[in-house]
């Protein structure tokens, strides 16, 4: 696909949603902007979710825990720069609604092998809008561009000296062009070996969510990919998407990695058969879908939400991939909290240890592998 420079939009519009900053975990700007005051300035700084929100100045009230949100001017009584508030370190406010725009702070220098894999196509995901609260939270994620979203492995091909071998998987195909699907089929989600779903770099090659409480450490991320996170696939997807096939060159050393994706579908543009309307305003490069994930989470838990998707033309070392970030406070006032409650660790392959959230310290991992997918898989990627 040709390059582009654009950014990623992350729109939160919720039943307890809350604002965040423009950083990830390793954000660098300064306090949240105050924003929706009155006319005797009554409402405080957009959240965010390390250190300090802002005061609308002339009365608006001090704004909740920042991660670094852009400086901004303060609107409250007259408009003028809001002072730093102190917040608290969940920094969760249900009912505050807003938008943000924000990457995950990767790659990053020093964080381990994962922390340094570039993503390559971060603009194709255009909009992440969770919603609702506890027990259940819904995640929308828009993905446009001039090809179709790869929803998962069909096929892989295993090359030898002795011949090639082919396995099938179940990709849910297009039921009409564009369609919907609920529980989708993602093809093959193994971690390891020839027959794993994952790009070289150890990706799931279908849509993929992680998520971190923040609740206890605004400045955590210990559910990224990136640091071991485990993969969640999506309830139902909307719009385009097509299957790739794996093809794994053992014929040659080192062996090699291939994803092809299939040919494309129509162009749908942003017409997502029943699907929600995408946020006013997105990018149209010719191929729309939504993938929408449902999550348990507790009442009053902030989150930290990363979503990871596969465009359709694969032609970039390591595999072409998007990720975004968004901080989202779930509402309510009781129920089981899943993500944010008991974490149960991934089933991971037969002699394979699994690591991250509810399992060994990704740094216990033996040698020669990475905590990756929730499991200790071997270290041997392309970045």
Known sequence: ?????????????????????????HGTNDGGSAAN????GTSGGTAGNRVSG???SNGGMSGVAGVGGRPSTGAGGQTATGAAGTGTAAGCVPGMMGTAITDCGYPTA???????VT???GEVLRAIDPSGGAPTAVVRVFYNDEHALTLGVRQVVVMTAAGSTMTDYPVSALPTDPGMVTDPQTGTNEL??????????????????FITDLTTDPTGHAGDWQQGGRPLGPKVVFGSWKAAIRTVDKTVTPNTVKITPDADPKKNNWNLAGGDPAPAGLTDQGFGAEARWEVPLAAGHS???QVMVHDGDQNKSGGDSGEACAVFCAGGSGGAGGAGGSYVPPTCPSGVMACGLGAIDPASCPANTVCANGCCLSSNIIP
């Open 1 to 25: 696909m040709t390059s582009r420079v654009l950014g990623v939009v992350v729109a939160i519009a919720a039943v307890g949603a809350w604002t965040c900053s423009t950083s990830g975990p």
């Open 303 to 305: 989150y930290r939400l």
């Open 110 to 116: 020093g964080g381990g092998v994962l922390a340094s």
């Open 119 to 121: 993503f390559s196509e």
């Open 54 to 56: 802002s005061a609308g």
């Open 192 to 209: 390891t070996g020839d027959n794993s779903g994952l790009d070289p770099s150890l990706r799931p090659i279908w849509p993929a969510l």
């Open 37 to 40: 005051a009155g006319s005797s």
